[in-house]
């Protein structure tokens, strides 16, 4: 995949650099780069990962945190009842951190909700030491969270 044909499909994906990037685990720069042809793309990998993402877009947040429950990714989930409960408490419109949500504890980051659509990326501090992130839809990760029995 040349950095031509990769920003074609990010923007018919509607994604930003910055979106794209936080899904793939990079940073906006590398992708800047990448569609610059100033570093080499793992084809294998950004090409999984794109599809990966085409197949997320087309899910509701219930279809995509039931899909976390089917991999078995409990940290994950135990993470986004966390956060399901921060929203609910704070309010639905409060933007928050990893941090706050887990009472201080610093060595979560929440990409993986980020990069499955159910939380999105809504900023960071000065130097991008912390992300502030917003849940897109707490119904349907509620409905989920509910059919889990875990909430």
Same mark, same amino acid.
């Given at each position: *995949?040349?950095?031509?044909? @990769?920003? &074609?499909?990010? &923007?018919?994906?509607?994604?930003?650099? !910055?979106?794209? /990037?936080?899904?793939? $685990? %990079?940073?906006? #720069?590398? +992708? =800047?780069?990448?569609?610059?042809?100033? *570093? #080499?793309?793992?084809?294998p990998q950004i090409e999984a990962?794109?599809?990966? @993402?085409?197949?997320?877009?087309? *899910?509701?947040?219930?279809?995509?945190?039931?899909?976390? /429950?089917?991999?078995? #990714? !409990?940290?994950?989930?135990? @993470?986004? &009842?966390a956060c399901y409960e921060w %929203?609910?408490?704070?309010?639905?419109?409060?933007?928050? /951190? =990893?941090?706050? +949500?887990? $009472?201080?504890?610093? +060595?979560? #980051? @929440?990409?993986?909700?980020? =990069?499955?659509?159910?939380?999105?990326? %809504? $900023?960071?501090?000065?130097? $991008?030491?912390? !992300?502030?992130?917003?849940? +897109?839809?707490?119904?349907?990760?509620?409905? =989920?969270l509910r059919t889990l029995r875990?909430?």
């Amino acid at each position: *995949m040349t950095g031509t044909e @990769l920003r &074609k499909e990010r &923007k018919r994906l509607g994604l930003s650099q !910055a979106k794209l /990037a936080d899904a793939l $685990g %990079v940073t906006a #720069n590398t +992708v =800047a780069r990448w569609e610059r042809g100033e *570093m #080499n793309i793992a084809r294998p990998q950004i090409e999984a990962a794109l599809e990966n @993402l085409t197949e997320i877009e087309s *899910m509701s947040t219930y279809e995509r945190t039931m899909q976390l /429950a089917t991999e078995g #990714n !409990a940290l994950t989930l135990g @993470l986004l &009842k966390a956060c399901y409960e921060w %929203v609910l408490k704070q309010g639905r419109e409060q933007d928050f /951190a =990893a941090r706050w +949500v887990l $009472g201080g504890i610093p +060595v979560v #980051n @929440l990409r993986t909700l980020s =990069a499955r659509g159910i939380l999105e990326k %809504v $900023g960071s501090s000065r130097g $991008g030491h912390r !992300a502030y992130y917003r849940m +897109v839809d707490p119904d349907g990760v509620g409905q =989920a969270l509910r059919t889990l029995r875990l909430v």
